[in-house]
């Protein structure tokens, strides 16, 4: 029903950004949550970022709040924009769509709260 691909992911220095893209190939229909999360080797998948459709109310992880921003410019794409990357940023980053995962307003950041995943985009921050 719902596909998602992301594109942006590439090889930076610490301190630099990179901004990914996430296109889905129907649009996302209203009410729904959209998220960025990211896994990196040996580690369990983390949410990073959610946007609510509804409201454009934003959720970060606290390990990248005031870093990354998540945004949305159509029913069909939105972004994550990546500032002061770090190492530990070091990651294979997915978008993912689900309904129903809001919670006062605001989308959940677990994984098991989406529907929807891309494919993923490697991003490597290196020292």
């Known amino acids: 029903q719902v596909r998602l691909v992301e594109s942006g992911g590439g090889s930076v220095q610490t301190g630099e950004f990179l901004r990914l893209t996430c296109t889905t190939s129907?649009?996302?229909?209203?009410?729904?949550?959209l998220g960025w999360f990211r896994q990196a080797p040996g580690k369990e998948r983390e949410g990073v970022a959610t946007?609510?459709?509804?409201?454009?109310?934003t959720n970060y992880a606290d390990s990248v709040k005031g870093r990354f921003t998540i945004s949305r410019d159509s029913a069909k794409t939105m972004y994550l924009q990546m500032s002061s990357l770090k190492p530990e940023d070091t990651a294979m980053y997915y978008c993912?769509?689900?309904?129903?995962?809001?919670?006062?307003?605001?989308?959940?950041?677990?994984?098991?709260?989406?529907?929807?995943w891309g494919q993923g985009t490697q991003v490597t921050v290196s020292s």
């Open positions: 129907n649009d996302i229909r209203s009410r729904y949550c």
């Open positions: 993912a769509a689900g309904a129903g995962t809001s919670v006062g307003g605001i989308c959940s950041l677990a994984t098991n709260a989406y529907t929807y």
């Open positions: 946007f609510y459709t509804v409201t454009g109310v």
